[in-house]
């Protein structure tokens, strides 16, 4: 039998070592969850959580979508203005997806347990946002292999619970002051960090049931700071955005129906919070603040919220003699 001679043990093991420092290091897997709710879905917390994250070149993060609320997971070129949803970065990744920084990706619109992963081949700051909320957005730092990590997965996972819980049972500040006769539709607030912005979103109509006398005007008013919403009877228009054809607007602007019977259709089209004139904010949807309703008919007239009464966002007025 031939014996390995210590000379030979020293050649073996500087071999070996060398061999090594040639292979490729093996890429890590990360983890993230994408936003949160409480367990009537009414919160909803419009966030990457957590929406900062080191790693190194080569690894892949995965994001998973933890709500009842929609979201897309995308990562615009530095420059590039932000699109809508509907036609992605323009287009939809593959899953899983690679970013360097050079072409968008994004996963299109996901629902609850699905997600994206998605590689990062090359070191850099890269910015993670959501096409359907404007203030939800994140970043992945991507450091060259030579650098230290200064988290690990348990740092984040515990990052995550902490930003989610506390998103989702901050107190709302005091609403805009409305008269008598009023529902505001939605209410949140928006939270700045370090790494972009996060928001807390209360999908619900604030004094959601209503009793009112026949020829009464119930104003509704957009308080959530960035979802839009609707305000539904019955049958929707074909284009939910916009308001239905027996809509007028008011000398101030806000938009007026008057309704004979619940059994009549109307829709507001999205109610939101006026748009900034800013570069980059997306001014493909149309808006207003307020929705005027005029019932003039008894009965029990019920309405929700086109993108949000499967959650729950719905609400009664009850119209008396």
Known sequence: MRILTPLRHGA?????????????LASAQWTATVGGENKSMGRQALAFLPNEIW??????????????????ITFLTPKQIRPSFAVGCPGFSGNPAT???TTCVTSNVLSNGQGLTVTFPTAGNFRVACLLHE???????VLDASQPLPHDQTFYNNEATAEKGALLTDDIPKQHHHTRGTVSVGAGEIVST???SQTLSVMRYISDAMTVHVGDTVEFNADDPITPHTITFNTPPANITLPSKNVTVD???ALHVILLSPSDSASSGFVQASYQDRQG???SLPGTTRFRVTFAGAGTYQYFCLLHGVIGMTGTVTVVK
């Open 12 to 24: 073996v093991a500087l071999l070996f070592i060398a061999l090594l420092l040639l292979a490729p």
């Open 251 to 253: 000398a101030d602007g």
């Open 55 to 72: 790693i190194h070149a080569g690894d892949n993060v995965t994001w998973t979508l933890n709500t009842d609320e929609p979201h897309t």
């Open 194 to 196: 370090p790494a972009g």
């Open 281 to 283: 904010r997306a001014q």
């Open 99 to 101: 970013y360097d920084g």
């Open 135 to 141: 203030n939800m957005e994140g970043v992945v730092h």
